[in-house]
Structure formats: C-alpha cells, structure tokens
C-alpha cells in the first residue's frame, strides 16, 4: 500500500519510540500533522512559540533519556526553532527537528519563507540532510534518529519540503537500530587506575556524559572505593549525590576558591564524560600544567580541544567505570582520607543554605533554605539563565539523579518550557522552573501551554525589574553608568490566574513556604512570584552594607 510522505514520517516516528512531540503547527507540514492524528499514541504538544516548543523537547530529552522531537515550519518558524536546537548542541542532548521546507520547483528563488536549512542550521547540529524522495523517508530519518542518540548526542535537523510530504511510495520501513557504546580497552583502564593510586592529589570531573550513560551509581562505587574527591562541571548537579562524603563541589559560575586551588594542585585529573566547557573551566585556566589528566570521553573530537590528555579513552562513562571497579589492583593509594573529607567538609560549609527573613523583600538565601526543607528530594529542578542562579547552584543540593535540566548553553526563557517537557517526560515528579523576570518574559505564553495540557509545573519568578546579571557586569565594568538594563514588570501571579494558572505574589519569606505548598496542592500550573531587592545582585553579596547604604540615602 502506498502512503504520503506525511505518514511516512509519522511512521518512523512511531517505529523510533517516539511519545511526545512539540511543535507551532504549520501549514508547510501539514500532511504530518494529519498523520500524528491518526497516531494517538504520539502525543502532539502544540506550544506558543517555536522557541518555547524547542526548549520543551530539549527538556524533555532530557528528562526522559528519549530523542527529543519538535516541529517548525519553514523559514520563519524554523529560526525561531534555533535557541533550543543551539543548547542542544551545547548540552550534548538527542534531538530531531523536523522543519517543512518550501516546494522543490521553487527552491533558490526567494520563495515564500525561504532559508536554506540544512546550510543554516549545519554548524548547529551533528547532521543536516534534506529529504527530497518520499521513498528515502524511512532511510534517511531513520538515520537522523540513530545520530541524534549515538556517540556524543546532540540536535539533527530534517527538512521535509511541502510536496515530498504529500506524494506518495510503498513504505518499507527498517528495525529501529542502536549502536554499542565504545568500550574501553583493558590496558588503557589498569593504567588509569595505576595512575590513579599513585597520585597524591587526584580529582575526578564528572560530566554529562555520567548522566547519560546512566552512569551515577557506578560513579559512587567507584569514587567509594578509590577514595576520590568527585567534582560536577557546569550544570551537570545531579552525576553525583551533592551530600555524600566524596562530592567536592561543582564547577561553573561562582565555583568558590577552594575548589579551583584544589583542582590546580592536583596531580591527577580523570575526567569522565566532559568537554571542558569555557564557564566550568573559569575560561580554560581551571587545568595546571603539571596535572596529569586522564579525559574518558564517547567522542574522540573532545580529547585535545581545550586540554591535551596524557591518557586518552574513547569510551562512554559507565563502561569505564565497570572495567575500572574489575581491573585488577596494582601499586599503592597514596593521597589521604584527610585532604577527601576536608574538601567536601569545605562544600558542605559553603552550600548550607541560610535561613536569613526579610521583611521588604524576599531574602534569596532564606528562599533556597525554604525551598530545601520543602521540596522532595527527587523534585526536577529547571532554570533559566540569570543572576539569581548564583543562589540555585550554590545552596540547593542534589542527592538524586535526573533532577536537573538546565542549559549550559545560558539561554533565557528555558526555565518554564524545559520544566513543561520535564514534567510530561516525569509526571510522578514534582517540577519546578526557577527564572529571572527578564528570562521568565521571553517564554512566559507557554503558561497557557500548561493549562491547556493540564501540566502542573511551579514556575518561580525572582523579581527585581532589572536584567540583573547585564547589570552587574554594567557595575563592575562602568559603574553608575547603568543603561539598558532597567525593566518594568506586569503582575505575574495575576497574569497566571488571567491564563488559568495559579498565581501568588510574595513579598516577605514567611510567606513563601505556605505560597508554595499551595501550589503543589493546587494541581494547577503554578507561578509564584517573588519580589527581591533589585540592589543585591549576586549571592554573597554584603547584605549589611547594601542595607546601610539604603538607609543613608533615606
């Protein structure tokens, strides 16, 4: 029997496991749209905003372990697609965007919405491909999907033009295929671990490739028994339980002192599953010359682009992990229990949250104190990007995994979008966006997204009218010379109720904590705003003397 393109689409997308898509409909893919209707087991997610579309299905990713699937049309909805299609790149998530494509007789002639897709979009993902034959539907997007998934994941884009998707071709469609990850070889693992024992000051870097090989239990067998000092890169929280008695702390923004000195003096460094991104090496300074760094990577393109290893192992986290707690001992274990606890003694120290109230404001630091004490522990966190992240990344804990999806990529507007995919990627968990008013304005339509779908999401909104990490660069780099950066807010808790959502507006902490069980409770999509002082910028920042400064101008 013959189909459309549209089903054929459809077709792989059901062979591939494929149960939620996101998208803003349009009519440059239509015939796929029709075929989802008969697809009831596909779950089509239609969203406000392509950005906020792309941002959910990276979440989702995420969240679920799955590829990621969102739709745009041609031209205009397809760069609007970009922002998510960027982070998953940065963020090493598998995604498939499927983008409707003008009609192939009038390509190259400025046609209606016209972009050259796979040429714009080339450097942004791992493959681009056009599908210009409706009887390669099954072979090329099968393909996408298998690149999307393997190796070091990452974004693939497919351009579908309109008139392919409407001809027709008997369907022959293949078993959905997945490769092995690459495993280790065993002399490269013994002299790792030898390597290891013999070090005085080793630390291990976990990354995202810990995550996604679903590595994390391993990762403390073995940090257990080697007695190693583990470190998280830059948003990646949850490879490592935040509280036990190896976790050193993490890399990123506001990464304290403590922790860079002691990965400068190490003698070793075994990175597992990590690009050595520009914030978690504090602009590629973090690593000594005289480190010996063993880098475990999936993706042999990492070894040597910002450190040149002195052992190199193309392999994914887990499998290197499983040789390594097997590989026979040798040598001896020199560095000490005592550097191991005095490290995470020193993170426990700096992470305790502060139960500091506030009466004019709401204190950020007696917020994450509340927040700790009040959300379970498998709660999945999202945020955007902004200066109130300071205070998530330093106070909140992370004791379990697939509790974090955030965007290294820095992009604003994900908080709520990526916490929607979550939350349909998780239900059973509770799930809650922490974002800046600047961030939370880019993507706050996609709360009607959440009542429509019924996806009970928290969205907590930190408001201090400014772009407030634009701002405090502007006070450091040109001070008393602010422009640009003051904002002018609606009432978000009443915006929220006007959608459908839950809204409450807090203005003080004691009343933070009775605001967000209420939430919870309300089983509606939630925002919670929070008014702060918009002259504390960062955390950590002298509060006595912001406040004295205050009243001396009054």
Known sequence: MKVSGGRAVVEVMAKEGVKKAFCVPGESYLSVMDALYQHPEIELISARHEGGASFMAEGYAKASGEVGVCMATRGVGATNLAIGIHTAAQDSTPLIALIGQVERPFKEKEAFQE????????????????????????????????????????????ALPHDMLEDEAELNMNPSYRSLPPQPHMEDVKQAMDTIRNAERPVL?????????????????????????????????????????????????????????????????????TRFSQVGTQDYT?????????????????????????????????????????????????????????????YMEFSEPKSDYAEDFVDMDGLMHDLAVCLPKDTIITNDAGNFFGWLSRYYRFEQENTYVGPTSGAMGYGLPAAIGAKLAQPHKQVVSISGDGGFMMTLQEIETAVRYKIPTISIVVNNNIYGTIRAHQERHFPNRAVGTDLSNPDFAGLARLFGAHGEKVEKNID???????????????????????????????????????????
């Open 205 to 273: 870097i976990a990354g995202g490739g810990v995550i996604h090989a679903k590595a994390n239990r391993l990762l403390v067998q073995f940090a257990e028994a080697m007695k190693l000092p583990v470190i998280t890169a830059f948003r990646r929280f949850d490879a490592f339980p935040n509280s036990h008695p190896c976790y050193a702390g993490w890399l990123g923004f506001g990464t304290p002192q403590y922790l860079l000195d002691a990965i400068r003096d190490a003698d070793v460094v075994l990175a597992l599953g």
């Open 115 to 158: 972009v050259n897709l796979t040429g714009f979009f080339s450097h942004l993902c791992k493959w681009t491909v056009e599908i210009d034959r409706v009887e390669r539907i099954p072979e090329l997007l099968q393909r996408a999907f298998h690149i999307a998934r393997s190796g070091r994941p990452g974004p693939v884009l497919v």
């Open 512 to 554: 933070f904590a009775p605001a967000l069980q209420r939430a919870i409770t309300s089983g509606l999509p939630s925002v919670i705003e929070v008014a702060v002082n918009p002259k504390i910028l960062s955390v950590g920042q002298d509060k006595k003397e912001v406040y004295e400064k205050l009243m001396s101008n009054n």
């Open 286 to 346: 973090l690593l000594s010359k005289n480190s010996k760094l063993i880098h475990v990577d999936i993706c042999p393109d990492i070894f040597g682009k910002v450190y040149a290893p002195s052992l190199a192992i193309e392999a994914d986290a887990k499998s290197f992990l499983e040789q390594a707690l097997q590989a026979p001992e040798s040598g001896s274990f020199i560095s000490g229990e005592d550097h191991l606890k005095e490290l995470h003694d020193k």
